[in-house]
């Protein structure tokens, strides 16, 4: 009668078949790749999540300056537009246009 009791399951055993050893060493170490997928899961979620607050705050800096410089540009051509009446008042244009 051929030995049923490694498979368990009251079928003939055929060589190569998993002994329930290898088997929970086979389960126990799913287990081991299930907790690392979980793990590099979480960490790609981080990493993720770290990136993306990373560029809103690049893209929050980046709005900061263009604000700053559209002011600062503002300021100019206003600056530039007073030197320039003030330059027009001082010339014989001016005056020939006052009289």
């Known amino acids: 009668m051929p030995d049923t ?3 368990g399951s009251g079928l ?3 060589p190569g078949d998993p002994t329930p050893q290898s088997m929970l ?3 126990s170490s799913g287990h081991a790749y299930i907790r690392e997928d979980h793990w590099s899961r979480f960490r790609a979620e981080q990493n993720a ?3 993306k607050s990373s560029y809103e705050r690049r893209i929050e800096d980046l709005e900061r300056q263009a604000l700053t410089i559209k002011s600062l540009s503002k300021e100019s051509r206003l600056e530039l537009e007073i030197q ?3 330059r027009f008042k001082r010339s014989p244009a001016y005056d ?3 009289f």
């Open 49 to 51: 999540e770290d990136t």
């Open 25 to 27: 060493r086979a389960m």
């Open 5 to 7: 009791s490694a498979s």
């Open 84 to 86: 320039g009446v003030d």
């Open 96 to 98: 020939a246009l006052l």
């Open 12 to 14: 003939p055993s055929q």
